[in-house]
Nanobody, 127 residues
Framework: QVQLQASGGGSVQAGGSLRLSCATS????????VGWFRQAPGKEREFVAA????????RYADSVHGRFTIARDNAKDTVALQMNRLKPEDTATYYC????????????????????WGQGTQVTVSS
């Protein structure tokens, strides 16, 4: 049974930080690519950041580059998203997703390439 669970969301003021975690099970963790996506009410789910299996190559959305950092801990089968200098426009439900067969860095942003999705965790940033 493949399971992913996102946690660590909360409410912060603009300029603050949060660290999200994606816990996985039922996957060959070191081989999978993991992405973070977010969705605000009335909007499409959008790419935030991703990390590739194996070499841990990363990709970030322009809107978060320089503020967010994605990293993985293979020993714990988890992927973290460190979010710094948060802005009100970062407010959304954040989801983690896994793509066991996604190795092309040019496709890490494509949510259609991810096979498994966890439940979201809410992030609210107030001005």
């Amino acid at each position: 049974q493949v399971q992913l669970q996102a946690s660590g969301g909360g409410s912060v003021q603009a300029g603050g930080s949060l660290r999200l975690s994606c816990a996985t099970s039922g996957l060959t963790f070191n081989r999978i690519s993991v992405g973070w996506f977010r969705q605000a009410p009335g909007k499409e789910r959008e790419f935030v950041a991703a990390i590739r299996g194996g070499d841990r190559a990363t990709r970030y959305a322009d809107s978060v580059h320089g503020r967010f950092t994605i990293a993985r801990d293979n020993a714990k089968d988890t992927v973290a998203l460190q979010m710094n200098r948060l802005k009100p426009e970062d407010t959304a439900t954040y989801y983690c997703a896994a793509a066991p067969r996604l190795w092309n860095t040019g496709s890490l942003h494509d949510k259609s390439r991810y096979d498994y999705w966890g439940q979201g965790t809410q992030v609210t940033v107030s001005s």
